[in-house]
């Protein structure tokens, strides 16, 4: 018997997951060896004392790297989030064959930048991992994502096997109570819903999150809170049982430790492939609670009007306690330019 077969074997397979995918031709096999359950190593995110809960960074077309820097420096600098010799992963969208200027992927310019960042903060491992639905050697040629990684010590990574993956208890995360009182049944934990996460994040010491701000014909809009489903290895359970739910309850277990959002452009509609409409905001947004920051970002999807309380995963999210929905109630710098005060 092989190695495979062999640990296969010990496993109990406690649901199929196969036919015919509805993301991208994704097929899969859900295991969970419930004696193997991963726990994320990663720092605690937390915001630094003094900053703000946004950052707002706004510049042209030729700034977008440097209004990059600009807001991670008003949340207290990369050094707060990445230490000398840390294992740092970053999830950007790089996962579909578009180009910059359709709005699908992070900016190359901002996803260069917090590279250079976790390098000069002195990263020993730093990884760019998207699990892609197009092909991943011609997504990460035409979104730019291998161009913004040229001449780093970054990695891009689509972990596209099963063996990529941990197994992770979601529905342990999920507290059986809202911040109202009311009870709530995790939708993992009612339907059986088995997740696996890449291991390159679960072992790594820190965990940033860069996103593009883009429409989703699903979850309404995609930015931080559902960009953590390009980490995971079982999405066809999500969209089955409950995606706004399943989003919201993954992230109660996974918390990126710092959240660059991409407002450079905003892919407006048919998100979250495209090609759409798309605007030109021209800012970048950083913060380290999820809810908050795709709360902030429902303004720059102006073509549908989308505002924060339409958005189901973020209002379960913020009931859930995992951040704050309401703009109003946020310390925010809204800042012209990368040297603007």
């Known amino acids: 018997m092989s190695d495979r077969t062999d640990h296969v074997s010990r496993r109990r397979l406690l649901e199929y997951v196969g036919g015919a995918a509805v993301l991208g031709g994704l097929y899969g096999l859900t295991f969970v060896d ?3 359950i991963a726990t994320p190593r990663m720092r605690a995110a937390a915001k630094p004392a003094g900053a703000p809960d946004l950052a707002v960074v706004e510049g042209t077309a030729a700034d977008y790297a ?4 600009r807001a991670i420096d008003e949340m207290g600098g990369i050094e707060k989030f990445v230490r000398r010799g840390d294992r740092v992963v970053i999830s950007p969208n790089m996962g579909w ?8 992927a992070t900016h190359p310019d901002v996803l260069r930048r917090v590279v250079e960042l976790c390098q000069r903060a002195g990263a020993a491992r730093i990884t760019c991992i998207d699990y892609t ?3 991943w050697r011609m997504a990460f040629d035409i979104c730019g994502a291998r161009d913004a990684v040229r001449g780093t010590r970054a990695a891009l990574l689509s972990p596209t096997e099963v063996a990529m993956y941990r197994d992770v208890d979601i529905p342990g995360a999920v507290p059986a109570k809202a911040i109202d009182g009311e009870a709530y049944a995790s ?5 059986r819903v088995y997740q696996k996460v890449a291991r390159e994040i679960l072992e790594c010491d820190s965990f940033l999150c860069v996103p593009v701000v883009k429409d989703h014909e699903a979850a309404v809009i995609t930015i931080a809170m559902k960009k953590l489903m390009g980490n995971i290895w079982n999405r066809k359970d999500y969209h089955r049982y409950g ?3 399943c989003i919201a309850e993954l992230n109660m277990a996974l918390r990126p430790n710092l959240i660059v959002a991409d407002a450079t452009r905003a892919l ?3 998100g979250p492939k495209g090609p759409g409409e798309v605007t030109v905001p021209n800012q970048v947004v950083a913060g380290v609670d999820p809810v908050a920051v795709d709360s ?3 303004r720059y999807l102006t073509v549908k009007g989308v505002t924060p309380d339409q958005v189901p995963h973020l209002v379960l999210a913020s009931r859930l306690g995992r951040g704050e929905i309401d703009c109003d109630r946020l310390k925010v710098h809204e800042i012209a330019g990368p040297t603007g005060a």
């Open 296 to 298: 902030y970002c429902t």
């Open 34 to 36: 419930e004696n193997a």
């Open 97 to 104: 064959m578009r180009t910059p200027d359709q709005a699908a």
């Open 187 to 191: 939708v993992h934990r009612e339907n």
């Open 66 to 69: 440097a209004i990059t820097e």
């Open 268 to 270: 407006q509609t048919r």
């Open 243 to 245: 995606l706004q739910e």
């Open 133 to 135: 639905l197009d092909d």
